[in-house]
T-cell receptor, first 115, second 117 residues
Framework: AQKITQTQPGMFVQEKEAVTLDCTYDTSDQSYGLFWYKQPSSGEMIFLIYQGSYDEQNATEGRYSLNFQKARKSANLVISASQLGDSAMYFCAMREGRIGNQFYFGTGTSLTVIP | DAGVIQSPRHEVTEMGQEVTLRCKPISGHDYLFWYRQTMMRGLELLIYFNNNVPIDDSGMPEDRFSAKMPNASFSTLKIQPSEPRDSAVYFC???????????????FGPGTRLLVL
């Protein structure tokens, strides 16, 4: 089974509107971390936001927030007030447990912001 | 602070040639990861090290691929002989299991774009 599933290969959003990128995960560990990365066309991977499995509140970083629903095993990224510079690939990732420090990445969602 | 440094940034080679990709992790980081990214397969973990020791190399495609980390500040990924299907972007990333523990993210290098003709 896939550890991280991103079901939206491509998404479009109007500039200044909010958009939600979906991510579901699969783990039997009680302790894990969820990460979102942005990859613009230039290719670098940029860390955006982190959510811990024990965090009681949803993580927020500027215009990014994470809608964490533990029971549903989902960790959706919400981008508010979209900007043209948000057009990029977005990857959801999970670090499982405390051993090994391995990250599991999803297949990514391509976001296009329309002027 | 300098981030993860990778060289070369671009590499074009002919099938059968040896290719060596280099990575300098962020100083103080004790984990180093090598990934490969293609359109078809997405982002794949090839191998990762902890304190210079390979922990999991199950993602290495085949014996043509090898990786070393002789010290805390340098790692290489070698492909010998290279094949056209090895064409991809190869990322190096590093992280630190410190006081923040599981909150520590991986920091990626800019990647090496490899084209094997």
């Amino acid at each position: 089974a896939q550890k991280i599933t991103q079901t939206q290969p491509g998404m479009f959003v109007q500039e200044k509107e909010a958009v939600t990128l979906d991510c579901t995960y699969d783990t039997s560990d009680q302790s894990y971390g969820l990460f979102w990365y942005k990859q613009p066309s230039s290719g670098e991977m940029i860390f955006l936001i982190y959510q811990g499995s024990y965090d009681e509140q949803n993580a927020t970083e500027g215009r990014y927030s994470l809608n964490f629903q533990k029971a549903r095993k989902s960790a959706n990224l919400v981008i508010s007030a979209s900007q043209l510079g948000d057009s990029a690939m977005y990857f959801c990732a999970m670090r499982e447990g405390r051993i090994g420090n391995q990250f599991y990445f999803g297949t990514g969602t391509s976001l296009t912001v329309i002027p | 602070d300098a981030g993860v440094i990778q060289s070369p940034r671009h590499e074009v080679t002919e099938m059968g040639q040896e290719v060596t990709l280099r990575c300098k992790p962020i100083s103080g980081h004790d984990y180093l990861f090598w990934y490969r990214q293609t359109m078809m397969r997405g982002l794949e973990l090839l191998i990762y090290f902890n304190n210079n020791v390979p922990i999991d190399d199950s993602g290495m495609p085949e014996d043509r691929f090898s990786a070393k980390m002789p010290n805390a500040s340098f790692s290489t990924l070698k492909i010998q002989p290279s094949e056209p299907r090895d064409s991809a972007v190869y990322f190096c990333a590093s992280s630190f299991w410190g006081l923040a523990g599981e909150r520590e993210t991986q920091y990626f290098g800019p990647g090496t774009r490899l084209l094997v003709l």
